[in-house]
């Protein structure tokens, strides 16, 4: 069964900062992979997705992610984070069949000044 | 588009009574999600229709819980009779498939006292 791992539940770093976010999955072929960001009080928004092709994933606000097969990872970086980031994260694995996407427990981001 | 439109937004009522979710999916969309969010589970996938058909409803919590999706443009989340620990975020989603982006509205905000 597919399934997604954020194993960090809080993040605090200082505005202008580099941010890496961790997300693991575990599926037997290869996924289609997600990042969402929710912002208090508001549903979840596309940040970026991988299919298949290019490894390095380049998505909305300045957010990359990569996919490492090898580590079954798919991070998800920017170099610089505005206090306009603080939000939460979710990691989200889709697979072939009617399975829907299953989401990461999710990880808070708290951005100081 | 309008994007995903759930109401109400938010809802208090009191344990014992019935509770009625509804959401309107993007125009085209043939996959429609029923999410919970708690500080506790996170976001589960309660159940999810294509093309209004249930698919999945293996997150259902229990039988008070029921979802119908009567057309393609329309669906309900009910729960009756409702109780404290029923009190969360319901989202709902859509998409064009099942391996492609999901589309979530704002939330219903469900408090039972």
């Known amino acids: 069964a597919q399934s997604v791992t954020q194993p960090d539940i809080h993040i605090t770093v200082s505005e202008g900062a580099s941010l890496e976010l961790r997300c693991n999955y575990s599926y037997g072929a290869t996924p289609y992979l997600f990042w969402y960001v929710q912002s208090p009080g508001q549903g979840l928004q596309l940040l970026l997705k991988y299919f298949s092709g290019d490894t390095l994933v380049q998505g909305i606000k300045g957010f990359e992610a990569e996919f490492k097969r090898s580590q079954s990872s798919f991070n998800l970086r920017k170099p610089s984070v505005h206090w306009s980031d603080a939000a939460e994260y979710f990691c989200a694995v889709g697979a072939e069949g009617r399975r829907a996407l299953t989401f990461g427990s999710g990880t808070r981001l708290q951005v100081q000044p | 588009d309008a994007g995903v439109i759930q109401s109400p937004r938010h809802e208090v009522t009191e344990m014992g009574q019935e509770v009625t979710l509804r959401c309107k999916p993007i125009s085209g969309h043939d996959y429609l999600f029923w999410y919970r969010q708690t500080m506790m589970r996170g976001l589960e996938l309660l159940i999810y229709?294509?093309?209004?058909?249930?698919?999945?409803d293996s997150g259902m919590p229990e039988d008070r819980f029921s979802a119908k999706m009567p057309n393609a443009s329309f669906s309900t989340l009910k729960i009756q009779p409702s109780e404290p620990r029923d009190s969360a975020v319901y989202f709902c989603a859509s998409s064009l498939d099942i391996r492609n982006t999901i589309y979530f509205g704002e939330g219903s905000w469900l408090t039972v006292v």
């Open positions: 229709f294509n093309n209004n058909v249930p698919i999945d």
